[in-house]
């Protein structure tokens, strides 16, 4: 029985890491009315990985979904699961003024997707993004009337689609 039972745990040890190396991953873009973007190659272990933003004229963008009815949000576990992968864009008309869009960008840390939120609603503080020798400080946004970064305070509501960028200190 000691026998048996070292035996499978050699072989499930063997088949986790059999099954856990990595590869690359097709990623094809539909746009839904956008930009072509050509086909792209990824490292299924990159999750630092941004996919390109497309351009639409009247529209801004919300986000990549796996799924053609815009249901199942892109994220990096995607990479993992797949050698082929489909991205569809979903779209925000500029003249609705019930939603605004909060871009996070993480100047090349960990991928984190945008949210759509109501008009004057709050935004929902993400997972601090991770950058190899870096630590993350916090969101900060440019302010046109300040002419300078401003610390983004996820209790104060959002009146108009914006950017937040990733801060960071060296490690």
């Known amino acids: 029985m000691k026998k048996f039972s070292l035996t499978m745990m050699f072989v499930f040890v063997f088949l986790l890491v059999a099954c856990s190396g990595t590869h690359t991953v097709s990623i094809t873009y539909v746009t839904n009315g956008g930009n072509m973007i050509s086909q792209t190659q990824v490292n299924s272990d990159s999750p630092q990985w941004n996919p390109t933003i497309p351009q639409r004229q009247g529209y801004q963008f919300v986000n990549w ?13 995607a990479l993992t699961t797949n050698k082929q992968l489909t991205l569809y864009a979903k779209w925000l008309a500029n003249e609705q003024d019930t939603h605004v869009i909060v871009t996070f960008i993480t100047v090349g840390g ?12 709050l935004a929902v503080r993400p997972d601090d993004p991770v950058l190899t020798n870096f630590v993350f400080v916090r969101w900060v946004y440019y302010d046109m009337e300040e002419a300078m970064d401003l610390p983004f305070d996820f209790s104060q509501p959002v009146s108009e689609s914006i950017h937040l960028y990733a801060e960071y200190d060296p490690a």
Do not use: A, F, V
């Open 65 to 77: 979904y796996i799924d053609e009815t815009l249901t199942e949000l892109y994220t990096p576990l």
């Open 110 to 121: 960990t991928y984190i997707p945008n949210q759509m939120i109501e008009k004057n609603g």
